[in-house]
């Protein structure tokens, strides 16, 4: 076991965990932040997703020791309210049916949008691309992109 101190959504954590516990699960398990969900565990699928630094990576696959003073946002942290652009675009698509991958891919569009503010189709696809829906709404998640990037055709 080893202590750590994290950022997880802008406020310090300590953990004492085994250095090679995934992230996700010090997330779920020791933080109780569940809205990170488990899939795979081989960052297949993308519904572990939260942002490193804003960068999208797979919580399920990373190491709570390569995470250092980096700043981890969950879906819990994305914003206070469910106001996040993304969110707001995500209800008014219509995007969830079951909701279980919703949270990996709203990080993983949040993460996009960040770096990219007016992401084509193709770049759309290519950063949602490994965000697995089994309900096979990827039309839908491509319009609430292209509407929380204010692109929307």
Do not use: F
């Amino acid at each position: 076991m080893a202590a750590y101190t994290l950022n997880i959504n802008g406020k310090t954590q300590e953990v004492d965990v085994d250095p090679s516990t995934p992230l996700l699960w010090v997330l779920r398990d020791h933080l109780k932040l569940v809205g990170t969900k488990y899939g795979c565990g081989i960052a297949q699928c993308g519904a572990c997703t939260v942002h490193l630094d804003d960068t999208a990576i797979r919580s399920c696959v990373t190491p709570v020791s390569s995470v250092g003073n980096q700043e981890v946002t969950t879906i819990e942290g994305l914003s206070e309210n469910g106001d996040h652009p993304v969110q707001k675009a995500w209800l008014e698509e219509d995007v969830p049916q079951c909701g279980y991958c919703q949270a990996g891919q709203i990080m993983s569009a949040a993460a996009l949008l960040k770096k990219n503010p007016a992401p084509s189709d193709a770049e759309i696809e290519s950063a949602m691309n490994g965000n697995i829906c089994r309900c096979g709404t990827y039309l839908r998640i491509r319009k609430a992109v292209k509407s929380a990037s204010g692109t929307s055709s």
